[in-house]
């Protein structure tokens, strides 16, 4: 008997808070949640996708349950704006995962900071000497170097083209010898990133259920083990930095030099390196392969880019992103393919660290707030024919991707903004033009155009669950297909 009262006891408490919490907030609509688990096991792999047609159901604002963690979505350009800028600053804290509460040292770097004094001056620290204007132009010609490379070796035919622009800003490093062998540090940080992506791709219940966690040790030792190797190497990289005078402009070198004017610890230089990994490494690749699918799918707008590329290089020299401002049409085809398919789609989550309003309703302090931004770049109410790859939209009106219009948020938007986003779109639209410039695109033999699958793989950064495969066929002289070396 004693034992059944002190089992009820716990179970009244937390009904009681909740009917305190229903009484005295006004909450947004959403599933039924399951005692304990919430709406775990409801919700969809591909989660944009779920939460989309959930939207229909419950309206453009509706909470789903991890656990007993309260999860807010929002789908439309209104309710974007009110998150990322009437109550910006409200939700600029970030909810960790155990995983990203051990990958990030409980915040000490500046993905996964709450928004504090540390997270000001890190974000300071990025905007004002990591990603300026100045840095961003000092660092082009290795950017080149790599998108040639990249060239070079489908030229080459390789099967598998390594791409290295951000290990190579971050650390100085390609991690592989000009024949493209790939060296000993370079296996050490593939294996890294592989277990740090099959860590984060393995997250249980105990996640979002933190009383349950000591069934978990396993999946503790392995965040351990992930967290002791990464910071092994980096320590390396960072000593040899260190002797050879850090006069670079990678990132390295930069915080290095850097550490001790904006006082940083060495663990918030770690965490920073990897943070630039893990936004960027993936997130730029992607979204040029995604642009690429939807290119081999639409032969006309292929055409039509090439059509603009010739007009404006020829066929005697290579583009440089200097030729930019003379390629209307490739950027926005660059644009088309981040508004369709945002590498993000849920950005990144933020945190309340007070009450707030959104769309009328309560949302108490510490729910997470999530902008699918995948759903509002495909709202009828505020796209002509969303589904359409259709470029032309955006010369026909010029709309910023870079978090002034709310209809358009592959960076997101406010404080916690993507910092990389120019560096980022450099990179897609460069990477782009070459890939165009240099090769007409087309299906494997007996694939028609249309037949190119665009289904998504689950997980935070959207990769293609077929990698794209197409048939590359050279249309400049092959002199233009060497990498442009440069050491820096
Ligand atoms: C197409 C490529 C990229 C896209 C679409 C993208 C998008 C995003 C989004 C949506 C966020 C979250 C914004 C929010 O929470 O409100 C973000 C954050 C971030 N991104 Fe990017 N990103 C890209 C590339 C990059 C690159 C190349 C880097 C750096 C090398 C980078 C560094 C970061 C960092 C450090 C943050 C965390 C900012 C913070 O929490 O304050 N990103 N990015």
Avoid at 3 to 24: D, E, G, M, T, V
Avoid at 118 to 127: A, I, P, S
Avoid at 133 to 143: D, F, I, S, W, Y
Wanted: net charge neutral.
């Amino acid at each position: 008997m004693a034992l059944q009262f002190i089992l009820i006891i716990p179970l009244f408490i937390i009904l009681a808070y909740k009917l305190y919490n229903s009484l005295r907030f006004k909450l947004p609509p959403g599933p039924k949640p399951l005692p304990i688990v919430g709406n775990i096991y409801q919700v969809k792999p591909v989660k944009f996708r779920c939460f989309f047609e959930w939207s229909k159901i419950y309206g453009p604002i509706f909470s789903v349950y991890y656990g007993s963690q309260m999860n807010v979505i929002v789908s439309t350009t209104e309710l974007a704006k009110e998150v990322l800028k009437e109550n910006d600053q409200n939700l600029a804290d970030r909810f960790r995962t155990r995983s990203s509460e051990s990958m990030s040292r409980g915040g000490k770097d500046l993905i996964w900071a709450d928004y504090s004094p540390h997270y000001v001056k890190v974000r300071k620290l990025c905007n004002l000497e990591l990603f300026s204007p100045k840095r961003l132009e000092a660092v082009r010609p290795m950017r080149e170097d790599e998108i040639t490379a990249l060239v070079e070796s489908i030229f080459k035919d390789c099967v598998k083209p390594e791409f290295n622009n951000i290990t190579r800003l971050a650390f100085g490093k390609r991690f592989m010898d000009s024949e493209g062998v790939v060296n000993e540090q370079g296996e050490e940080f593939k294996k890294i990133t592989h277990e740090g992506i099959m860590i984060t791709a393995k997250l249980s219940i105990a996640e979002y259920i933190p009383w349950i966690r000591w069934m978990f040790k396993v999946e503790q030792k392995a965040l351990d083990k992930f967290a002791a190797d990464r910071d092994h190497l980096t320590r390396l990289i960072m000593e040899e930095h260190i002797k050879s005078g850090n006069t670079k402009q990678h990132f390295v070198d930069a915080l290095l030099t850097l550490q001790k004017q904006y006082d940083i610890s060495d663990d918030t230089i770690i965490g920073l390196l990897w943070d630039m990994i893990a936004a960027g490494m993936d997130t730029a690749t992607i979204s040029t392969e995604w642009a690429m699918a939807e290119l081999v799918r639409n032969p006309r707008v292929q055409k039509k880019a090439q059509e603009e590329l010739d007009r404006v290089i020829g066929s005697d020299r290579i583009m440089t992103e200097a030729d930019f401002p003379k390629l209307p049409y490739l950027q926005a085809i660059a644009k088309e393919a981040l508004r369709l398919h945002p590498p993000t789609p849920l950005m990144l989550p933020h945190k309340a660290s007070a009450n707030v309003k959104l769309g009328g309703y309560d949302i108490p302090k510490g729910s997470v707030v999530h902008v699918n931004v995948w759903a509002i770049a495909r709202d009828p109410a505020v796209w002509k024919n969303p589904n359409e790859f259709r470029p032309e939209r955006f010369q026909e009106e010029d709309i910023d991707m870079k978090g002034t219009d709310y209809r358009l948020l592959p960076f997101g938007a406010g404080r916690r903004v993507c910092p990389g986003a120019q560096l980022a779109i450099n990179l897609v639209t460069s990477m782009l033009g070459h890939l165009l410039h240099h090769f007409n695109w087309s299906p494997p033999p007996g694939m028609k155009p249309e037949e190119i699958d665009l289904t998504e793989r689950p997980g935070t950064v959207t990769y293609m669950q077929n990698p794209l495969q197409a048939v590359a066929e050279p249309r400049l002289p092959a002199h233009l297909y060497q990498r442009v070396a440069v050491d820096m």
